[in-house]
T-cell receptor
Framework: QKEVEQNSGPLSVPEGAIASLNCTYS??????FFWYRQYSGKSPELIMF????GDKEDGRFTAQLNKASQYVSLLIRDSQPSDSATYLC????????FGAGTRLTVKP | DTGVSQDPRHKITKRGQNVTFRCDPI?????LYWYRQTLGQGPEFLTY????????KSRLLSDRFSAERPKGSFSTLEIQRTEQGDSAMYLC???????????????FGDGTRLSIL
């Protein structure tokens, strides 16, 4: 079992729709969870971080964490073509472990 | 805040040569991380420093790889006797120290792309 698992996609949504990205992790003791966006050929860019169970909202982005289910998700509301990128889920327990990423395409 | 700086941006070298990369973290950050990323994969953790101390090193990291952060500021990553499989993007990130068990977000540099001929 991989430490951090994501659906590789591609996930395609129309412009203006909600994009839902999911991630599961294996280490129940993990405390810190992150979502990064990575455009092709560029380095990862921090989108959200979450430490506690529940929802955390920042603009069009909402991160959701459920430690009992070892599940973290990212919702992107009112998706825009500029949101088209690979989204990386990461879990930090000293050494940060990344999922392989989900490729999102937002179609105009 | 000038961000994380990495040098060089690109490095092309022949198999068997040694290469060294440099990373300058965000100035107030005391943690510095190195990752390697290949196409279609997420970044793979290599090692991290808190100040000048190297606290974690991936078991996957060959003895050909070494990293230093001598004064707790910039860091270097050296790869000796490069192999074809070392071709990748090498990413550096830095963060502040967390409290209460939480790790602070890491901010990435633009990376060094290594190509082995």
């Amino acid at each position: 079992q991989k430490e951090v698992e994501q659906n590789s996609g591609p996930l395609s949504v129309p412009e203006g729709a909600i994009a839902s990205l999911n991630c599961t992790y294996s280490d129940r003791g993990s405390q810190s969870f992150f979502w990064y966006r990575q455009y092709s050929g560029k380095s990862p860019e921090l989108i959200m971080f979450i430490y506690s169970n529940g929802d955390k909202e920042d603009g069009r982005f909402t991160a959701q964490l459920n430690k009992a289910s070892q599940y973290v998700s990212l919702l992107i509301r009112d998706s825009q073509p500029s949101d088209s990128a690979t989204y990386l889920c990461a879990v930090n327990k000293g050494d940060m472990r990344f999922g392989a990423g989900t490729r999102l395409t937002v179609k105009p | 805040d000038t961000g994380v700086s990495q040098d060089p941006r690109h490095k092309i070298t022949k198999r068997g040569q040694n290469v060294t990369f440099r990373c300058d973290p965000i100035s107030e950050h005391n943690r510095l991380y190195w990752y390697r990323q290949t196409l279609g994969q997420g970044p793979e953790f290599l090692t991290y420093f808190q100040n000048e101390a190297q606290l974690e090193k991936s078991r996957l990291l060959s003895d050909r790889f070494s990293a230093e952060r001598p004064k707790g500021s910039f860091s270097t990553l050296e790869i000796q006797r490069t192999e074809q499989g070392d071709s990748a993007m090498y990413l550096c990130a830095s963060s502040d120290t967390g409290t209460g068990g939480a790790y602070q977000p890491q901010h990435f540099g633009d990376g060094t792309r290594l190509s082995i001929l």
